[in-house]
Each structure stands twice: as structure tokens, then as C-alpha cells.
């Protein structure tokens, strides 16, 4: 009986050696989740109250660019950027949506351009683009983040 709970005793201590097994580190985990997040993507795309019925994640995203353009478009071709230069039929207009769902808007314009008026086009772009209704800012792994894109503008001369 003594052998076998001497036996049973040296099971017991060395079996415990089996199921050890090496815990990655809190650091190495949180590298590893970090390299495996698309950064360049999010999981929800902004959106505005008319687009949020859409299930479909591109459909979502299309409405939301359609409307919000339609939406810039309406707000600036009652104005005078036509008038201010003729030439300019399209403008784009950066568009910065923070994770408070406070918007920004930014004309872009040519690097090799030195012919517009900049400094009016982006006053006129900052008094009419205002009064948006509330757009949900995207979401990336649950949390609301700012995302940022260039939406092309066409102005309509009348």
C-alpha cells in the first residue's frame, strides 16, 4: 500500500508538469489584436437616420454618400461659387465626421492650382454648410470613431 501511495504521490507532482502551459504575456496579446485590426476600415460606415432602415453594409454606405452629396449640393448652389468662377463646375469637399458626430467641411483643391480663390471658396463652404441632420459616426469595434472622405461636389450653374 505504501508503494502505491509513494506511486500515486509521484503521479500527482510531476503530472501537474503536463498541463502547464506558457500564458502569453498582456503585451504580446495586445500586439497581436493590434496587427490583426484593419486600421483603414471600419465596421459601420457613418450613416444618416434615412439609411439606417438599409441592412445591406454597402447599400448603407452608398445611401449615405448619395444623400449627403445631394445634401452639399443643395446647400451650395444656392450661392455664388459659380458666379465667384465660372470654371469651376466641381469642387470636392473633404468631409470629417468625428466620433461626437460634430461634421467638418474642407474644399480640396489641385496642388498645381493656383486660380481659385481659396480663402473665399472655403469662407462661402463654412457660412452654407450648416444645419445637417444628425449622422451617426462610424463605428469601429463597437466604439464611435472619426472618419474622414472626399465626396465631389457638382455645382450647377443656373
Known amino acids: 500500500m505504501k508503494q502505491y501511495s509513494l506511486f500515486l504521490v509521484f503521479i500527482l507532482f510531476t503530472s501537474c508538469n503536463f498541463f502547464e502551459k506558457q500564458v502569453p504575456s498582456e503585451k504580446e496579446l495586445l500586439q497581436k489584436e493590434l496587427k490583426a485590426i484593419n486600421w483603414n476600415e471600419v465596421d459601420e460606415y457613418p450613416s444618416l437616420e434615412d439609411c439606417d432602415k438599409i441592412e445591406n453594409k454597402v447599400q448603407r454606405q452608398h445611401c449615405f454618400f448619395e444623400i449627403l452629396t445631394k445634401l452639399i449640393q443643395e446647400k451650395l448652389n444656392t450661392d455664388t461659387l459659380s458666379i465667384l468662377d465660372p470654371k469651376l463646375?466641381?469642387?470636392?469637399?473633404?468631409?470629417?465626421?468625428?466620433?461626437?458626430?460634430?461634421?467638418?467641411?474642407?474644399?480640396?483643391?489641385?496642388?498645381?492650382?493656383?486660380?481659385?480663390?481659396?480663402?473665399?471658396?472655403?469662407?462661402?463652404?463654412?457660412?452654407r454648410l450648416v444645419d445637417f441632420p444628425k449622422i451617426n459616426p462610424a463605428i469601429k469595434r463597437g466604439i464611435p470613431v472619426k472618419t474622414q472622405f472626399i465626396l465631389p461636389v457638382i455645382l450647377k450653374v443656373e
Open 89 to 127: 463646375d466641381t469642387i470636392e469637399v473633404k468631409v470629417t465626421v468625428y466620433a461626437n458626430s460634430a461634421l467638418q467641411f474642407e474644399p480640396q483643391f489641385p496642388k498645381d492650382s493656383v486660380a481659385y480663390n481659396r480663402i473665399k471658396i472655403d469662407s462661402i463652404l463654412n457660412e
